[in-house]
């Protein structure tokens, strides 16, 4: 190597500076130089992948032969910058088995350590079929222009029965009266979120014909009002005449697996018992209308991670879910699924995805999309897994 350096030093380097000084905006002896020192780290490499992919698939059955097909892509590839170009890749490639490798493994034998002892039983989540009363403490939202209110008792409680299709509205008196309003699902014409303010709610009530009316509930937390909210939702669909709900429920979920099988059990997921939003206990079980997966470094093949969510879901909700679409991008994944009463109102289904790894050709970051119209409604999913930074954002 050093007597490959003195040459170019001592020859070529005054060709490649006249070169320059007539505009040349490469080194073309210096690039010789550089593939011509590299050429034994070329086939060096080539030996180690091939060897840690052999071992990778020991701890991991269903890990695709990325490296396999890579190196048989980059052997046709000639030229002096693109030999350059593979060289660098396989090194990234090279860095990212020797970060994981070891991961697999320890999951490998965390799950063969687990299936030794049959006594530790996996947590389960309880199934809700019918869904008991539930009850919310609250507090009347007054302004100050409200004179004829204030001094009066601002607690309530919000009692919601899905099974019954009912909310009541008991208000507490100071002398242990109580004073109370019963709406039945079709009074409840709007329910409306502040932005400002995360734990209010406003109902509109119908009182009479064509007449509203709106109160403005301040719940215990943000949670309590995304529970009431849940329920009261799935109360007016229950119940409602129409052949289309009023509203529906998402689920948006993101995971980056660093590519390692799943466990046996991800229904902690769909619960969002991780270090995400935590929803509400009473709530926590019921179905959402679609489910949105993100993954990012997920190895599995894209049928079998949609088996995998599938069943999944039906062990969680009783219910026998459809795929909407799957998109990957290596292992960059998407899939979308709905219930199946809502499987004829998805139309006009649309999936891409965009390359920003290497040169933007390369497919290790990037994004994928999933777009469809639900009953007329625009939906769109996006699951990014990017470098640090901004500046691929944009693309």
Not at 174 to 192: A, M
Request: proline share 3%.
């Amino acid at each position: 190597l050093s007597t490959i350096s003195h040459e170019y030093l001592k020859g070529s380097y005054s060709l490649d500076l006249e070169a320059v000084k007539g505009g040349a905006s490469n080194l073309p002896h210096l690039n010789k130089t550089l593939v011509t020192s590299c050429r034994r780290l070329h086939s060096e490499v080539d030996k180690v992948l091939a060897g840690l992919e052999i071992l990778s698939k020991v701890f991991d059955q269903q890990n695709s032969p990325m490296v396999s097909r890579i190196l048989q892509q980059t052997a046709g590839q000639t030229g002096e910058g693109q030999e350059l170009d593979n060289l660098v890749l396989k090194l990234s490639i090279l860095k990212d088995f020797l970060s994981n490798i070891e991961k697999k493994a320890l999951k490998a034998l965390q799950d063969m350590s687990s299936t030794a002892q049959p006594g530790q039983a996996q947590p389960s989540f309880r199934k809700v079929k019918s869904i008991p009363v539930q009850t919310f403490e609250v507090k009347l939202d007054l302004t100050l222009g409200d004179l004829t209110k204030i001094g009066k008792s601002q607690k309530y409680t919000l009692s919601v029965d899905v099974e019954g299709g009912k909310l009541v509205v008991l208000k507490k008196q100071k002398d242990s009266q109580e004073d109370w309003n019963t709406f039945t699902h079709e009074k409840i014409r709007q329910l409306i979120k502040s932005q400002r303010v995360q734990n209010k709610l406003g109902i509109v009530f119908e009182k009479e014909k064509d007449k509203t009316q709106r109160k403005d509930f301040v719940f215990v937390s943000a949670r309590k009002r995304e529970a009431f909210c849940q329920l009261l939702q799935l109360m007016k669909n229950r119940h409602s005449s129409q052949d289309e709900p009023d509203m529906i429920s998402v689920f948006i979920g993101t995971w980056n697996m660093g590519s390692v099988p799943p466990s046996k059990n991800i229904s902690s997921w769909f619960a969002s018992k991780g270090l995400g939003k935590t929803l509400d206990e009473m709530t926590v079980s019921i179905p959402h209308d679609i489910y949105a997966f993100g993954t990012q470094e997920n190895s599995m093949g894209d049928k079998e991670w949609v088996d995998v969510t599938r069943s999944a879901l039906k062990d969680f909700t009783e219910i026998e879910y459809r795929l909407i679409a799957m998109q990957s991008l290596w292992n960059i994944k998407i899939a979308v699924l709905v219930k199946p009463e809502h499987e004829n109102r998805i139309s006009h289904v649309g999936t891409s995805s965009v390359k920003t790894g290497i040169a933007n050709t390369l497919g290790n970051k990037g994004a994928v999309g999933v777009s469809f119209m639900f009953n007329g409604t625009s939906f769109g999913f996006v699951n990014c897994h990017l470098t640090s930074g901004n500046e691929k954002t944009a693309r």
